[in-house]
């Protein structure tokens, strides 16, 4: 065979793949995306193949042991271990990378070699020259044995196309050992016909008892098949029968090997079930029919254009290029999690049946509570109930009372602190969200906060912060319970809850029992009510009282009260001296959250506890100081480039933050009705609401240098407000920004704290 | 507190237990079951509580290593280890022994200490003397703690009740990581509320993958609990929450907490499910409603009565002891194995449910489809339809394309030889048994026959025999495959496949093959038909051409065709001689099988090859040396202590073997409709057919004597054949033998052999 050969070949199944994208290219929004953005450095997405909010994600692993690469991929990592089928997108912490598949050629490795020598492993060196990202396609050239991988996604089932060159040993490895960083339990694994097998495999990891049940469905009829275990063939040995066809254990492994000609490509179709085998093979059989891997694809990018449709822009290629890609991003979790049939494996460990709603999985809510489900709210509202449904059975299913944390897959896994179930569900229940039911949720949420076993709560209750001799990380928690009470307190108050209203309203207010005034800043207090001492501002310390990071990011955490906090601080003159001292002041001593980046100062984009904290300027008086910021964060934190985030994508909160703010707004304490106004950084930009309104976004004489608010018009009024409400938008509006290169310092000083707090 | 209270006390309890019992006791056949017969030596039953065919089994374990000491308890032993909710009754193989439960005092034990040392763990040492065991009853006083222990069993649930002294330490231990002598996999519990858990914990034992999940209900709540996970305290550590109500883990322990007054009883509700925790809630509130320990117990003991009941017999205490505990350990396996909604997990993993039976598993097919089905067509057909079922599901689930071998809930271990689903189900076919469907079974058997893979079966059916250079106990499978193989060839005849017929009946005389004239013996083969040598004949060789045996006991496994045996042995003379030389000789060469006992010369009543061979001598013209023979074996190896069996019961064989042989007939030919006449060992039986017809069984002058039959009359008639027909019995009939002191070698040397091929 001539390498021109070789070459023509690939040219014809790239043109043929590239033939259906270009189609529908032309403008559509899923032409944009790039699925690359954030797999270099601490964005921690993956580059695979995924259906919006879909069960399953085909994507390459680059990494599988260390905790910064949560996703399994690095841009930077020059060789692919294997495909796997589950992915996280934007977690901090490393677990999925279930069920690996790899093509080889010449006698099968059975381990994956280490970074440092591909070629002692299934791993193979790979390009980016010849890889390939886009909205529910992702390929690739390995270039240790030439062949091509290219991965599709349905909602429930997946297509691997596996393009060998001509030879006698080509084989697919089908690897259940293994998952990202953890370990395996327990795993089985079936043959049930010439070209089939079903498994699954059980990993105590991040979430402690996770199961993964698949099938494989390979387009050509194995020539002949092993299972490995321990490395070892697995078959009769001439005493007593034993199966080559199935097998249990911890450590197994499927080889599928085939004579292949040249250039001939190897569908395998595969599902994934939280349930079953039975339910993976029906979940295939409902996702995919045939062979059409080019079909599948082309379903997919529809269902993405229709997903991603939701907001037409205008902008440059760059934009449009971050901006689809962050909306692609955000609509990634939580992923779809119950069957074809609607059942799910819960919290309990039994299967449900999600019933009247579609259960979703991976609530990463410390990060998604802040401006993802806000976003929902707008775009998802049906999959937002969906998933306060979702919450509400993991509620129903805890033995401890309690929503989710932070739940992965039927798991709790305590991540992170305070309870953001409860502004998730508030935020959507004041925005009038219908398909759930407005008791039970509040019931649930106020169960939630009364525990009398989580983290302190009920010490919090009674004295007014968490105290630091008895918890950890007790300022923040003391904070973000505060405005998790907020949000329950104006739930109480719509369902007519007087008395919960006034206690949770109490317990709103304690974050000023935290505030040290000799200080400006909080502080932790014991339970007698002394101060911590010795107390460093800025220095991180693990397990003290701030969660991933200092003071210094904390003490702006009162969204609920900004009027109360700069009352605090002596009133908008030092409140405005030590706002801006945070954005210069850093004196690099806080060593141990150093995948934290996205740094001004002490703000720390790449990170949560940061995102609300440039909107307080709009607030003190000085919303020109919120336009600015708004423009330095997007230029140096977003982009169309794999190393265009700053941090942890979260789950789409990274992506969140700036889908508002490109648009010029950003829900900065949710739980309430207001959006607090920024500066957007795309000219044009139309919401197409779920009830037919649009609310349109224009940013008039909008330029590199012209970041600064000059007026605003809101459904075609003056509007000197720095903030608006969901009722201006939630029926469509025109939101017309006219820009200019020098901060209006009048404009957006008018702002009534009153009217801020939905429910009064 | 003074001793003599406690005896008063004690006094109380075991009277208001006795008095339930006694109130029943009278003459009901319940009233004679002794479950100890067994639990001492090689008998491997267990004494707990279980209903008939019960899917949970309270009991005692006292041993959890020992490959011989298979149901957890030896007799012997003087500690008990903790009371587990599964057992095998009479395996050769240790599993089970799920889920224990052990009542303590003073600091809790976590480990459970050797039998050297019962006081450095949770083993408790015990006497017989305070020990009491009958049908769905056990109870035990612990000398450590002086504790009483009791246990009973419904069909799907049991119940402890455990009698404390007063003391403020009083707990219970519920431990997961343990079984008989295997691995946990994985584990998890849940504190659900004040008073129930719930849990499972996945085994890789003799099963590879089993599943066993339970609750368990406590008459009290607990006045505090703590899980443990590898021996420390599951509980929130002031850092992020995490659940001291729930686990998940290798080796997780649950510990209930109480302060008990005097004799103070707290009762334990338990149920399992193969299915989830959910099912396993299921079972317990549909088997137990409320706290009745002794209703629990006289509703188990009137099931008891009733399956017991279908058999009724005069005879001495000891022989009704004997018999009825024979019959109550013939009743325990196969088990119900499905949850009250029918659901269980079957043998690809996926929960399956039972349409229209009712599944059952542990199938010990190579020991039980020899007498204990036959007897299940005669006392339990609708059951035994049942388990065919159950057996063709297995079928359905299996990659392999096989009929169970040896399964255990939801597994296939592979183990021992053949394929004997296809006498039970062919025996229950030719007998008429209701409930299944033939053509559907007929395939199942076929193809199970026929399968390419299994233990070259395909070979020894192009051969003749399986060639001992490729094969483990090759001339053991030849002659098993060829019983098989004659019992698919009457099936198949009685379905008009003619041609199948006539393919398998040549395969049924593949026996003929392997007798080595030279030797009078079955002798191993190769390949290229040269005899195994060198060869021994009485030399036991692991992995050699017999199974758990050696070609003395092998060589009379032909009951399809016992003339030609014979013939092949140039006629009787010859094979008599022979055949008494069984009887006599034994070199002790046989080292390696000594858990094999009951052994006269070379014949091994404790192993079933063995269990046929007797009946030999009614069929070559010697009936009354098969009459003696019955006499001497039932004297010397059955009986009602616990030591009182010879070999493992074998889920019901040893037992099976009994009971026919009492009565004075054997089905020595599995898949035919004859059954040899023997010679009664108790006066009179009354077997009642579920058609309403009773057959009765009567032995004039029988004494310890009087053990040759003289004469018999069969429906009224003088009866001079060795043997009568099913269809003698089926509807009810009268079989009446007049016993005296000396052979009458006259009587029953009528034989046709054209006759026992049933479909002939």
């Known amino acids: 065979m001539s390498k021109f050969a070789v070459a023509t070949l690939f040219f014809t199944v790239f043109i043929s793949c590239l033939t259906v994208l270009k189609a529908q290219e032309a403008s559509t929004p899923s032409s944009f995306v790039k699925p690359l953005i954030g797999t270099n450095g601490e964005g921690n997405t993956y580059p695979g193949a995924v259906a919006p909010f879909g069960m399953i994600q085909l994507s390459p692993d680059t990494e599988d042991v260390l905790w910064e690469t949560a996703s399994g991929y690095e841009y930077s990592d020059s060789s692919i271990i294997a495909f796997s089928l589950t992915h996280f997108s934007g977690t901090g912490i490393p677990d999925l990378g279930d069920i690996r598949f790899m093509p080889q050629i010449g006698k099968p490795w059975l381990v994956q070699g280490p970074k440092s020598n591909p070629d002692s492993g299934y791993r193979s060196a790979y390009s980016h020259k010849n890889e390939m990202a886009s909205a529910g396609y992702y390929s690739v050239l390995l270039d240790d044995n030439n062949v091509k991988v290219e991965c599709t996604a349905a909602e429930r089932a997946g297509m691997f196309r596996f393009t060998f060159p001509k030879t006698d040993s080509a084989s697919i490895l089908v690897d259940l050992s293994k998952s990202l960083r953890w370990n395996t339990i327990w795993s089985n694994i079936r043959v049930v016909n010439d070209s089939t097998i079903i498994g699954f495999h059980a990993v105590n990891g991040w979430a402690k008892e996770r199961y993964v049940f698949f099938t494989a469905v390979f387009s050509k009829p194995f020539d002949s098949y092993s299972i490995m275990s321990d490395g070892k063939r697995v078959f009769y040995n001439g005493y007593r029968f034993r199966s080559s066809s199935e097998a249990s254990g911890k450590n197994l492994q499927f080889i599928a090997n085939y004579l292949t000609s040249n250039q001939e490509a190897i569908l395998v179709k595969v599902s994934v079930s939280s349930v079953s085998t039975e339910n993976a093979m029906q979940n295939l059989a409902a996702s995919i029919k045939g062979w059409e891997f080019e079909q599948i694809l082309a379903n997919t990018r529809k269902a993405w254009d229709r997903e991603l449709g939701k907001i037409e822009i205008k902008g440059s290629q760059e934009e449009k290029e971050t901006f689809y890609s962050a909306l692609y991003h955000a609509f990634l979790t939580p992923i779809l999690y119950q069957d074809v049939d609607g059942r799910y494996r819960g ?313 508002f703010n490109a648009m010029g707004f950003y829900p900065v304490c949710p739980g309430t009705n207001y959006y607090a106004i920024g500066s957007p950084v795309i000219p044009e930009a139309y919401i197409k609401l779920d009830n037919g309104g649009i609310f349109t976004m224009k940013a008039n004489n909008l330029s590199e240098k012209n970041i600064y608010i000059q007026e605003v018009t809101l459904n075609g009024k003056k509007w000197n407000k720095p903030y608006f409400f969901y009722s201006d938008l939630k029926n469509g509006g025109v939101l017309l920004f006219t820009m200019g290169p020098k901060p209006n310092k009048k404009w957006g000083t008018e702002v009534n704290f009153g009217e801020l707090e939905t429910s009064r």
């Open 347 to 659: 919290l309990d460990q039994n299967i449900h049946k999600a019933e009247g709603f579609t259960n979703h999985a991976i609530f990463s809510l410390w990060d998604t509570y802040r401006a993802t489900h806000p976003l929902f709210c707008l775009l998802q509202p049906k999959r937002n109930a969906d998933m306060i449904n979702s919450m509400l059975a993991h509620y129903d299913q805890s033995v401890d009372h309690l929503l989710p944390v932070w739940s992965l897959c039927g798991n709790e896994t305590w991540c992170m602190i305070g309870y953001h179930a409860v502004p998730v569900i508030v935020d959507a229940y004041l925005k009038g969200i219908k398909g759930f039911d407005a008791e039970r949720a509040y019931q649930a949420v106020k169960k939630t906060a009364m525990n009398p076993d989580y983290d302190n709560v009920m010490t919090y209750a009674k004295l007014g912060w968490v105290p630091c001799d008895k918890e950890n990380e007790a300022v923040s928690k003391s904070l973000e319970y505060a405005h998790d009470d907020f949000c329950i307190a104006q739930m109480a108050k719509s369902l007519g809850k007087t008395e919960d209203y006034d206690y949770f309203m109490k317990r709103a207010k304690s974050y000023k029992n935290l505030f040290d005034p000799t200080l400006g800043l909080m502080r932790g207090k014991d339970s007698r009510g002394n101060w911590r001492t010795p107390f460093s501002t800025h220095e991180y310390v693990e397990g003290g009282d701030f969660t991933e990071g200092t003071s210094w990011q904390y003490s702006w955490y009162v969204p609920q009260d900004i009027g109360g906090l700069i009352e605090l601080h002596g009133g908008k003159k030092p409140f405005l001296q030590k706002l801006d001292s945070l954005f210069t002041f850093n004196d690099n001593t806080s060593s141990n959250v150093d995948d934290i980046q996205g740094r001004l100062g002490e703000y720390w984009h790449g990170n949560e506890p940061s995102h609300h904290i440039i909107f307080l300027y709009d607030f003190a008086g000085e919303p020109w100081k919120t336009q600015e910021l708004v423009h330095k964060i997007i230029r140096t934190q977003y982009g169309n480039k794999p190393n265009s985030l700053s941090g942890n994508d979260d789950c789409g909160q990274m992506s969140a933050w700036y889908l």
